[in-house]
DNA sequence: CTGTTAGCGCATTCAG
DNA sequence: CTGAATGCGCTAACAG
């Protein structure tokens, strides 16, 4: 059934070369004589010859592999990230590895593992609660932090804070003064960071993020509709709504309509991230836009960089988010 | 800065055995006297020891690895599957890679470097657009379909033409009889498949599809809220419609209501899949279930069974679907 | 139970 | 420009 793969030995006989001859006629084709690389390229076809990557990689010291630790690969808002580092690091020569952190009962011990084991090249790394390989004091691949971040580690990140205000803004400047906010899980950076872009752009109007209305959610569609359900409950609801993810936006009209409640009419709704499905909303959702394609591909060309230089430092980048407008925001009253 | 890291050398010399030892020690702990184990153990702390993945498939002739073909990364219709498959895989030993077959300008070249280069151990490929690797003559790993199909390979599949009638059916007993329905891209087996469970269904009931009523999509919100268009300017209007993925309705839903049409009041939407914002939207879409993370972890397991036992061939699995009832479906009229 | 001996398949010295 | 020799780091036979 299974035929037994060519090996180089097989190509070399083929072509009265040496191995050595085949595996630089294919690795520095330059290096050596036209004729013989042909004669080698022809019997690389002959054989269907295809250089097996462990034993090149064992030689090589290097796997030809990057890995993603993403925190629940459950979420949709990781694949078109994903998507964007597998369109740079395929074309770069590098396999895409995931793994989910959430998965995992003792990410400790697997991160450990990745490092030592030589299993990839470099990680991009998108949980920021993960344990600092620097202060594991060990040997490890180059890392690189994604969206979240975390000390000094070179990472690609949003302009959260920014994009808070910027939604926050939004809001004042459509008359609002009477602004809600939902969160995600308290301790995380996003939440954080948005968290006081938020309160910040409400200090400029003179205005603070009451206890009250700040709901705390977990970045998923349910615990928007439960931050809903805060809302109604509320004898002195607030005008508008700044939602940290776009899934607690939609969770949150979701439940607001199934409730009666008019958006925008009564509530104004403003989200974070800009996922798919906003648009096509009832009514379209306002949003801010986080551009995830790119930051898989600034991501992935920042490690590559770093693996190139063999550096476990590197540079970090931050990319602009946007402000979308559609129709999930009007003005009170 | 990236001391080296130890090698078995280093754990044999300090525990005082030799290496061959120090591997069974690791591998085959029962093999061993306790003793020895226990010194071995302890060396390997003391080293902070981790065997090299790449030295040791080498050896071995297994990668470890198990390789997901999907088209388009960027649908998050895959992330659940995705996790499932990693949640299985994980404890089984074997990392996950992914690779984007559409951003892959020549996915035969890619696939076949795939099969010889012995990078993984099988393959999980969610695309029947790919080349079969029987047909291709040579070497590969097991592989087992999923969601599609194609050929005798293995596949994890769900009934697609099941659901498709089980919607119809709903459509009918809700009263309609002028349905309408939007499909995939044509060709696509879970398209055909679908199409055919509902001119099924209706041809049960005495009606037939029409040609004017079937919309071509390409499973993606875009095309929904195109064939919202092609609705709209039907002089003659069909008061329900099944669309054969979520996404498709929503973009479908979404245009209809831009347009000032009630759903479900004048038309009526169901559709397929049950993605995660299915439930959050307004009005709540009633649709076919798919478990995907079920998909996932029956794959997962269906193509560990065939690695352990060294076969190509093996079972075939079908996932049942199930209507979930929500409020975008009701009599007309 | 343990050590010795051979490679896994390839890429890279080092001579020629 | 090419070939012969030498491991990459580990595990599987095979003896002892």
Same mark, same amino acid.
């Given at each position: 059934?299974?035929?037994?793969?060519?090996?180089?030995?097989?190509?070399?006989?083929?072509?009265?070369?040496?191995?050595?001859?085949?595996?630089?006629?294919?690795?520095?084709?330059?290096?050596?004589?036209?004729?013989?690389?042909?004669?080698?390229?022809?019997?690389?076809?002959?054989?269907?010859?295809?250089?097996?990557?462990?034993?090149?990689?064992? $030689?090589?010291?290097? #796997?030809?592999?990057?890995?993603?630790?993403?925190?629940?690969?459950?979420?949709?808002?990781?694949?078109?990230?994903? !998507?964007?580092?597998?369109?740079?690091?395929? @074309?770069?020569?590098?396999?895409?590895?995931?793994?989910?952190?959430?998965?995992?009962?003792?990410?400790?011990?697997?991160?450990?593992?990745?490092?030592?084991?030589?299993?990839?090249?470099?990680?991009?790394?998108?949980?920021?609660?993960?344990?600092?390989?620097?202060?594991?004091?060990?040997?490890?691949?180059?890392?690189?932090?994604?969206?979240?971040?975390?000390?000094?580690?070179?990472?690609?990140?949003?302009?959260?804070?920014?994009?808070?205000?910027?939604?926050?803004?939004?809001?004042?400047?459509?008359?609002?003064?009477?602004?809600?906010?939902?969160?995600?899980? $308290?301790?995380?950076?996003? #939440?954080? !960071?948005?968290?006081?872009?938020?309160?910040?752009?409400?200090?400029?109007?003179?205005?603070?993020?009451?206890?009250?209305?700040?709901?705390?959610?977990?970045?998923?569609?349910?615990?928007?509709?439960?931050?809903?359900? $805060?809302?109604?409950?509320?004898?002195?609801? @607030? #005008?508008?709504?700044?939602?940290?993810?776009?899934?607690?936006?939609?969770?949150?009209?979701?439940?607001?309509?199934?409730?009666?409640?008019?958006?925008?009419?009564?509530?104004?709704?403003?989200?974070?991230?800009?996922?798919?499905?906003?648009?096509?909303?009832?009514?379209?959702?306002? #949003?801010?836009?986080?551009?995830?394609?790119?930051?898989?591909?600034?991501?992935?060309?920042?490690?590559?960089?770093?693996?190139?230089?063999?550096?476990?430092?590197?540079?970090?980048?931050?990319?602009?988010?946007?402000?979308? $407008?559609?129709?999930?925001?009007?003005?009170?009253?």
């Amino acid at each position: 059934m299974r035929q037994k793969t060519a090996g180089i030995q097989d190509v070399a006989r083929l072509s009265g070369v040496s191995t050595a001859t085949v595996s630089r006629a294919l690795s520095h084709p330059e290096r050596v004589a036209e004729s013989t690389r042909e004669a080698v390229l022809r019997a690389v076809q002959e054989t269907g010859y295809v250089a097996n990557s462990l034993a090149r990689n064992l $030689r090589r010291r290097r #796997t030809g592999s990057i890995l993603a630790l993403v925190p629940n690969l459950a979420n949709p808002f990781f694949s078109q990230i994903l !998507s964007g580092l597998s369109s740079v690091l395929s @074309p770069a020569g590098y396999g895409l590895l995931i793994a989910d952190t959430l998965a995992d009962p003792d990410p400790r011990a697997r991160l450990a593992h990745y490092f030592d084991s030589g299993l990839v090249d470099g990680l991009v790394v998108f949980d920021a609660t993960l344990p600092d390989p620097a202060l594991m004091q060990r040997a490890h691949p180059p890392l690189l932090m994604a969206c979240e971040w975390r000390g000094e580690l070179p990472s690609v990140t949003v302009d959260n804070a920014e994009g808070a205000a910027i939604a926050i803004r939004h809001l004042l400047e459509s008359g609002h003064r009477r602004i809600a906010h939902v969160t995600g899980p $308290r301790g995380n950076v996003l #939440t954080e !960071s948005r968290l006081q872009g938020a309160a910040g752009a409400l200090a400029e109007a003179g205005l603070a993020l009451h206890d009250d209305w700040t709901f705390t959610g977990d970045f998923g569609i349910a615990s928007g509709a439960q931050a809903a359900a $805060r809302w109604l409950a509320l004898a002195d609801r @607030p #005008t508008a709504v700044f939602c940290a993810s776009d899934e607690m936006a939609c969770g949150f009209m979701g439940a607001l309509q199934q409730a009666g409640i008019a958006v925008p009419g009564e509530v104004s709704v403003i989200g974070f991230d800009d996922i798919e499905v906003a648009g096509h909303l009832t009514p379209a959702l306002t #949003t801010i836009r986080q551009p995830r394609r790119d930051i898989g591909e600034r991501a992935a060309h920042l490690l590559v960089d770093m693996i190139d230089q063999r550096s476990l430092m590197g540079p970090s980048e931050r990319i602009a988010v946007e402000l979308i $407008r559609r129709q999930s925001v009007k003005s009170p009253g």
